[in-house]
């Protein structure tokens, strides 16, 4: 029989050890991303296929079982930390546990294939080659669901996953209603005159938007002693603890505002990352609780922060300074109906505000379908084309600018989409409880974000994963979640910038 | 009882996991010196902690020796570079143990606080500060040399721990010859006047000299899928196998040659780490024989292509399409005058060729005393300015520009300098017998330095560490060493440049 203290001292340890694999095989990843010449795949997947066997077996082993067993069952005596240590470690082992180990690696090997085949396929506009690969992947999530939870269907045990508590019967309301209240308003945008965005796509040579994230970030009061930022051809966040968190961005020398929001929306995430209590350091109560709540960090600031007319009118004097030439004669008002142009269009990621919530309700049909097997691989193309036109009106002219334009299935990730929509939601809540308690707007306009940032500090970031989810966003909303909030703030946003 | 293929099963999986955490700590440090921000060093320091004890204890084990013992004792039956493994692998066990774990932990410690401590002494030109550490420094290599051979001087061990072979009975005449023969045409070339070097001293933006990095680079005929470049505040390389290796640069705006001598210099370095032959990848017996043959490599690429006539005929129309303003009018040359100009001077990294070796000589003589015991710690800075005065004719203003200039000693090496010298005196007599195979100025003339590689590649880069180093270095000379070679070299060189 193991002692509660001992079981304390070898969960200590076990995390500690956890966190020196999971840190290095984070900067490895980093490293490729960033810096490293193409070829050094071959040893890093050497690397990384014998330092993930090692955590495996660090997690997967009687001994550990009995030191969350020990602790679960002593839970009344022990600091609560530890205990909801216990709790979200015994979840994962159960998961991994659950899936028979040659099933699961079998799963890891086709996922690093599939992921090099749609590169390629996307590249090549070709979703037959890719097909196969995706074809397996659904059926791993299907089989992986069924182990976790058979008694629930396969998609809302994945949703689940990534947005603890989430499910089909939550998701399709929320859905339905920006559905209706939104599609009006993105087809009456549509008729209206775009704005002129032309400024934004002159040169801006990249040694010197550089600069400008550096502004950008020192507007956010990011310390950067604490986060760097790298480039990549996809803009992510990586936090190690909060004392290095690194942010991505990809600069395109004709486009300002591609690289200047990502930096942004990447810098929401890394705030978050940076916000951690210390004591919940080097444990897995560090960092975010929900892919849900990293998305409305991220997307708050990017959105509802960032493409605000107080924050345009900040930001435009430091991009002048940088960009005298390119900027002249441009006005607060003129960049703030530029980066919220909003038009039906084909690609996730470039999409604006208004219309990004449609973008994952359509990735949201489409993985209900796939999930409950109703949908054969090879009809999801036309499917996907069909819904494009169907929620935003536009047809979609090939597959690399369709289905194969996401990362995420081929990465494994279905039910991961669902977040992103309800991060944005939660943030706008967020935001109208902070308009109670602090001068959002003044600080926006100051080009200052630390006032903004101490509040969700307060209510969200310090917590780390040590709340539950739903206390954590019940606590910084003020109430229940509504997404009411939503809708009626983007309706309202872009009534007014399209004069409807 | 192990079998022979067990123990050659065991050490591919031993090597395979080894490779894994070198390379993981590889990338760490790497990017604690290039990406990431200053305060992740929380973090990284704890992750390297973890992560070197567990690779301790891989080696430190009684099936590791077994492992071991078994391929040795059965030597005539494997294949040799599973032998040649073994042996090397054994040399690196019997080192870890020689010495008491405690006192081990204890040293590594130390030189983590010495690093620290010199940096800020360093900075406020203050060895005093610094002084108790090098005490304690040279404290634990005197008795870490005891533990491995208490038969030896202790300088001579640790001479034969960076350079096998090397020893006080072969570099005092190496040393002695060089100060007899070069010390005249050092003292006679600072009488004359200094070559025109100030078109290098102009602003050169960092972001085009990040683009010229890259045409040398080329030039070089580095593959870059294989290679990579980055910025740290000391170059340096490092190769975790042959498909990936890192150089790095620092860029000084106002100074051109800075930069372009340190990539071409890394740049030898790394196509020394990318020319092993695939099957010693993943291996102990991939990456560089010794420190000497490391530097004979880089030296050689540094200044005896580098710093050539012929290749500064290819080098400066590169550099005028990056930098047409500045180097206008200037010819080949005044370009190879420049980058040679000779004179006494107080730093050795920012030394000529002709001087070099006489900084390193004033450190392998401090060192020789330091080690017998012949000198106090706080007699050192004295002792340091006096041979700067005697070997060079400077007179040392500060500790900073003095003694505490180098990194090495804090970092716990002693016996390292050594390797400096006589690896440029190395590279002279390679070029000597590869001048008798292919037509090494031709080459250089043309900007493409792949037959130099190639003849390199054949001689030394493919045998990584299996062969002995002596055997290695005689079949790259065709002939023992000979430091008259490296004399006559600079003798001829210099007198030539300076009109002697």
Request: hydrophobic share 40%; glycine share 6%; with cysteine.
């Given at each position: 029989?193991?002692?509660?203290?001992?079981?304390?001292?070898?969960?200590?340890?076990?995390?500690?050890?956890?966190?020196?694999?999971?840190?290095?095989?984070?900067?490895?990843?980093?490293?490729?991303?960033?810096?490293?010449?193409?070829?050094?795949?071959?040893?890093?997947?050497?690397?990384?296929?014998?330092?993930?066997?090692?955590?495996?077996?660090?997690?997967?082993?009687?001994?550990?079982?009995?030191?969350?067993?020990?602790?679960?069952?002593?839970?009344?005596?022990?600091?609560?930390?530890?205990?909801?240590?216990?709790?979200?470690?015994?979840?994962?082992?159960?998961?991994?546990?659950?899936?028979?180990?040659?099933?699961?690696?079998?799963?890891?090997?086709?996922?690093?294939?599939?992921?090099a085949v749609w590169h390629e396929a996307k590249e090549k506009s070709d979703y037959a080659m890719f097909a196969p690969y995706l074809e397996k992947i659904i059926h791993f999530n299907r089989r992986f669901a069924g182990y976790k939870n058979a008694d629930k269907p396969a998609y809302d045990v994945l949703l689940d996953d990534y947005e603890k508590g989430a499910s089909m019967a939550s998701l399709d309301p929320f859905f339905a209603l920006l559905r209706e209240k939104l599609?009006?308003?993105?087809?009456?945008?549509?008729?209206?005159?775009?704005?002129?965005?032309?400024?934004?796509?002159?040169?801006?040579?990249?040694?010197?938007?550089?600069?400008?994230?550096?502004?950008?970030?020192?507007?956010?009061?990011?310390?950067?002693?604490?986060?760097?930022?790298?480039?990549?051809?996809?803009?992510?966040?990586?936090?190690?603890?909060?004392?290095?968190?690194?942010?991505?961005?990809?600069?395109?020398?004709?486009?300002?505002?591609?690289?200047?929001?990502?930096?942004?929306?990447?810098?929401?995430?890394?705030?978050?990352?940076?916000?951690?209590?210390?004591?919940?350091?080097?444990?897995?109560?560090?960092?975010?609780?929900?892919?849900?709540?990293?998305?409305?960090?991220?997307?708050?600031?990017?959105?509802?922060?960032?493409?605000?007319?107080?924050?345009?009118?900040?930001?435009?004097?430091?991009?002048?300074?940088?960009?005298?030439?390119?900027?002249?004669?441009?006005?607060?008002?003129?960049?703030?109906?530029?980066?919220?142009?909003?038009?039906?269009?084909?690609?996730?990621?470039?999409?604006?505000?208004?219309?990004?919530?449609?973008?994952?309700?359509?990735?949201?049909?489409?993985?209900?379908?796939?999930?409950?097997?109703?949908?054969?691989?090879?009809?999801?193309?036309?499917?996907?084309?069909?819904?494009?036109?169907?929620?935003?009106?536009?047809?979609?002219?090939?597959?690399?600018?369709?289905?194969?334009?996401?990362?995420?299935?081929?990465?494994?990730?279905?039910?991961?989409?669902?977040?992103?929509?309800?991060?944005?939601?939660?943030?706008?809540?967020?935001?109208?409880?902070?308009?109670?308690?602090?001068?959002?707007?003044?600080?926006?306009?100051?080009?200052?974000?630390?006032?903004?940032?101490?509040?969700?500090?307060?209510?969200?970031?310090?917590?780390?994963?040590?709340?539950?989810?739903?206390?954590?966003?019940?606590?910084?909303?003020?109430?229940?979640?509504?997404?009411?909030?939503?809708?009626?703030?983007?309706?309202?946003?872009?009534?007014?910038?399209?004069?409807?």
């Amino acid at each position: 029989m193991m002692t509660l203290n001992t079981a304390i001292e070898k969960l200590n340890t076990l995390e500690e050890t956890q966190r020196a694999y999971g840190h290095a095989m984070g900067v490895l990843n980093l490293d490729g991303a960033t810096a490293a010449p193409k070829r050094s795949i071959v040893g890093r997947s050497k690397t990384m296929g014998v330092l993930s066997g090692i955590t495996y077996q660090l997690m997967v082993n009687d001994e550990t079982a009995e030191v969350l067993a020990t602790i679960l069952e002593n839970a009344a005596e022990a600091d609560p930390k530890v205990v909801r240590r216990a709790e979200l470690l015994k979840e994962s082992l159960d998961d991994m546990t659950r899936i028979p180990m040659e099933e699961f690696v079998e799963y890891q090997t086709l996922i690093s294939q599939a992921d090099a085949v749609w590169h390629e396929a996307k590249e090549k506009s070709d979703y037959a080659m890719f097909a196969p690969y995706l074809e397996k992947i659904i059926h791993f999530n299907r089989r992986f669901a069924g182990y976790k939870n058979a008694d629930k269907p396969a998609y809302d045990v994945l949703l689940d996953d990534y947005e603890k508590g989430a499910s089909m019967a939550s998701l399709d309301p929320f859905f339905a209603l920006l559905r209706e209240k939104l599609t009006p308003v993105i087809l009456e945008v549509a008729k209206r005159p775009a704005p002129d965005a032309s400024f934004l796509r002159q040169s801006f040579p990249i040694h010197q938007q550089r600069v400008f994230s550096d502004r950008v970030m020192a507007m956010m009061g990011m310390d950067r002693e604490r986060c760097a930022i790298g480039e990549t051809e996809h803009p992510f966040t990586d936090g190690f603890n909060k004392w290095d968190v690194r942010i991505t961005t990809h600069y395109h020398e004709n486009d300002l505002a591609s690289s200047l929001y990502s930096v942004i929306h990447e810098g929401g995430h890394a705030l978050y990352e940076m916000g951690g209590a210390d004591e919940l350091q080097f444990t897995c109560l560090a960092g975010g609780a929900t892919m849900g709540l990293h998305e409305s960090q991220s997307r708050f600031y990017e959105n509802l922060i960032g493409r605000s007319l107080p924050f345009c009118k900040a930001l435009l004097p430091v991009a002048r300074e940088i960009f005298p030439a390119q900027l002249e004669g441009v006005t607060p008002e003129m960049l703030y109906a530029a980066v919220n142009a909003s038009k039906p269009s084909l690609i996730r990621t470039e999409s604006d505000e208004l219309t990004y919530a449609h973008h994952i309700m359509i990735r949201y049909e489409m993985e209900k379908l796939m999930m409950a097997g109703d949908v054969k691989v090879d009809e999801l193309p036309a499917l996907w084309n069909k819904m494009y036109k169907d929620y935003l009106g536009v047809d979609v002219p090939d597959d690399r600018r369709g289905i194969l334009q996401d990362t995420h299935w081929s990465g494994g990730m279905i039910g991961y989409f669902p977040s992103y929509a309800l991060g944005s939601a939660y943030g706008v809540q967020m935001l109208s409880a902070m308009e109670k308690d602090i001068d959002v707007w003044a600080a926006a306009e100051k080009g200052d974000l630390t006032p903004i940032t101490a509040w969700l500090g307060e209510k969200i970031h310090r917590h780390g994963s040590f709340l539950k989810p739903n206390v954590l966003l019940e606590q910084a909303m003020g109430q229940p979640f509504d997404p009411n909030y939503y809708v009626d703030y983007l309706v309202k946003k872009f009534s007014k910038l399209y004069n409807l």
